[in-house]
T-cell receptor, first 115, second 108 residues
Framework: NAGVTQTPKFQVLKTGQSMTLQCAQDMNHNSMYWYRQDPGMGLRLIYYSASEGTTDKGEVPNGYNVSRLNKREFSLRLESAAPSQTSVYFC??????????????FGDGTRLSIL | GIQVEQSPPDLILQEGANSTLRCNFSDSVNNLQWFHQNPWGQLINLFYIPSGTKQNGRLSATTVATERYSLLYISSSQTTDSGVYFCAVAYNDYKLSFGAGTTVTVRA
């Protein structure tokens, strides 16, 4: 039972490069989320997808795009990476529609460094 | 959005000690969760607890929604309890707002 799987686990980019972070869940959850975690801080929501076919902005969406490819997969794209986007990125999912009465389950994270 | 404050920011415990972590939030919530981030960075959901009390082994949590706080109790702490504990609250159907966390170090 894999739960939430993120790839890659580590990545180093140069400023201006683009890349896509992948996330897949096998729990048949409707809602999926992308967060970033910076040193000494809690997680901040970048984007979320309440259900297949919908996406919406969170607290810190600038510089990112997302795609809900199907019910299982939710990707995060950096079009032109900037040093300020150096962070640890977490994908999460929850059952039902949204998080009412539902716990969130997290992947192991992607550590992204932008030089 | 809702403000979430956790205290203390850091906690050092001797193995076997008990401790209480606190989470205060600024508005009514319909979802409160506690997470443990282990030293390898993995985030584990400990409790979904919008109100009342729950227990899971040596851990228990209480949320008093009317007074806008939640407490996480660690009893008979072990070195494997080390890490960062986060409280997160929902401010609408889809968004969780996280506190800055309490870093717990349990010494053998």
């Amino acid at each position: 039972n894999a739960g939430v799987t993120q790839t890659p686990k580590f990545q180093v980019l140069k400023t201006g490069q683009s890349m896509t972070l992948q996330c897949a869940q096998d729990m048949n959850h409707n809602s999926m989320y992308w967060y970033r975690q910076d040193p000494g801080m809690g997680l901040r929501l970048i984007y979320y997808s309440a259900s297949e076919g919908t996406t919406d902005k969170g607290e810190v969406p600038n510089g990112y795009n997302v795609s809900r490819l199907n019910k299982r997969e939710f990707s995060l794209r950096l079009e032109s990476a900037a040093p300020s986007q150096t962070s640890v990125y977490f994908c999460a999912s929850s059952g039902g529609l949204g998080i009412i009465n539902q716990p969130q389950h997290f992947g192991d994270g992607t550590r992204l460094s932008i030089l | 959005g809702i403000q979430v404050e956790q205290s203390p920011p850091d906690l050092i415990l001797q193995e076997g000690a008990n401790s209480t972590l606190r989470c205060n939030f600024s508005d009514s919530v319909n979802n409160l969760q506690w997470f443990h981030q282990n030293p390898w960075g993995q985030l584990i959901n400990l409790f979904y607890i919008p109100s009342g009390t729950k227990q899971n082994g040596r851990l228990s949590a209480t949320t008093v929604a009317t007074e806008r706080y939640s407490l996480l109790y660690i009893s008979s702490s072990q070195t494997t309890d080390s890490g960062v504990y986060f409280c997160a609250v929902a401010y609408n159907d889809y968004k969780l707002s996280f506190g800055a966390g309490t870093t717990v170090t349990v010494r053998a």
